[in-house]
């Protein structure tokens, strides 16, 4: 079962408005990241927050943690054609198995001109 | 790409054949992992290595094997591939650990006919 899963499944909107995806997870976390995936490329990392930070800015990227709700949300503002992409959160997940690093599958942003 | 290079970038083979993957990072970075990526499914972890000669299993690790004899070339191979191993494969690095920054490669398009 994923550990992340991302909401909604796409978005669509127009360029300059804000876009906004959010992340729930279902077991407690050292940290969590976001990636972007353009068409046909490989993932792209763009912020990591810890378990201990609520809220972390990159340029226009702003991200938030609620631990106690298990969830993170990733918000674009002024958003521009070029970050049409699909973006994914991932955490890390311990199991007897083993841990890794766990991905959902992802939000398709389209941001029309 | 990160200093992250993958070969070939598409393949298509039959089913029962052997294919071997390969992926070269010029980061020195000491994790490297192979993920593959599908519809309905995000990424999933096949195997990852921790170091030189050092290497373990992931979620979806049945039907690959793995091998690591110089930091640079994580190769991935499919002893016996099967039309379920039809997938895009990528490799990732990251410098500290599994649930750290990763940085991804291009990656392979199989298909197994």
């Known amino acids: 079962s994923q550990q992340g899963e991302e909401d909604p499944q796409a978005l669509s909107i127009q360029e300059g408005e804000n876009a906004t995806m959010n992340c729930s997870y279902k077991?407690?976390?050292?940290?969590l990241q976001w990636y972007r995936q353009n068409s046909g490329r490989g993932l792209v990392h763009l912020i990591l927050?810890?378990?201990?930070?609520r809220e972390k800015h990159s340029g226009r990227l702003r991200v938030t943690l609620d631990t106690s709700k298990k969830s993170s949300s990733l918000l674009i503002t002024a958003s521009r054609a070029a970050d049409t992409a699909s973006y994914f959160c991932?955490?890390?997940?311990?199991?007897?198995?083993?841990?890794?690093?766990?991905f959902g599958e992802g939000t398709q942003l389209t941001v029309n001109p | 790409d990160a200093g992250i290079t993958q070969s070939p970038r598409h393949k298509v083979t039959e089913t029962g054949t052997p294919v071997t993957l390969r992926c070269h990072q010029t980061?020195?970075?000491?994790?490297m992992y192979w993920y593959r990526q599908d519809p309905g499914h995000g990424l999933r972890l096949i195997h990852y290595?921790?170091?030189?000669?050092?290497?373990d299993k992931g979620e979806v690790s049945d039907g690959y094997s793995v091998s690591r004899s110089k930091t640079e070339d994580f190769l991935l191979t499919l002893e016996s591939a099967t039309s379920s191993q039809t997938s895009v494969y990528f490799c990732?690095?990251?410098?500290?650990?599994?649930?750290?920054?990763?940085?991804f490669g291009p990656g392979t398009r199989l298909t197994v006919t």
């Open positions: 980061e020195n970075h000491r994790y």
């Open positions: 077991t407690s976390i050292n940290n």
């Open positions: 927050i810890r378990s201990n930070e």
């Open positions: 290595s921790y170091g030189v000669k050092d290497t």
């Open positions: 991932a955490t890390d997940v311990r199991e007897t198995s083993g841990s890794r690093l766990t």
């Open positions: 990732a690095i990251s410098e500290v650990g599994y649930y750290y920054e990763q940085y």
